[in-house]
Nanobody, 118 residues
Framework: QVQLAESGGGLVQVGGSLRLSCAAS????????MGWYRQAPEKQRELVAI???????NYADSVKGRFTISRDNAKNTVYLQMNSLKPEDTAVYYC????????????WGKGTLVTVSS
């Protein structure tokens, strides 16, 4: 059983920055992949960024160059540094963890709202 606790969401002006954090707790296995997804109003949930245990990263084209994902493996925590924020970044951001047990497990946080005002 893994729980994900997100923090850092809020209201920010266009061009501003926010830093999201997500701490995993419980029976967390090593070698997990963590990431961030977001869901904007009237849109489907989409991948924002993922990071492997070895800190390889992958970003959505819409955020590349503006967002940076990082992790602290010892703390089982993933971060998302969001810079140069745009109104279209407004969404609920969800933390995600995938790990291999007897089968592939997929865990989600409750989400944190990011609102970018123009």
């Amino acid at each position: 059983q893994v729980q994900l606790a997100e923090s850092g969401g809020g209201l920010v002006q266009v061009g501003g920055s926010l830093r999201l954090s997500c701490a995993a707790s419980g029976s967390v296995r090593s070698g997990n992949v963590m990431g961030w997804y977001r869901q904007a109003p009237e849109k489907q949930r989409e991948l924002v960024a993922i990071i492997t245990p070895g800190r390889s990263t992958n970003y959505a084209d819409s955020v590349k160059g503006r967002f940076t994902i990082s992790r602290d493996n010892a703390k089982n925590t993933v971060y998302l540094q969001m810079n140069s924020l745009k109104p279209e970044d407004t969404a609920v951001y969800y933390c995600n963890l995938k790990e291999w047990g007897r089968e592939l497990m997929d865990y989600w946080g409750k989400g944190t709202l990011v609102t970018v005002s123009s």
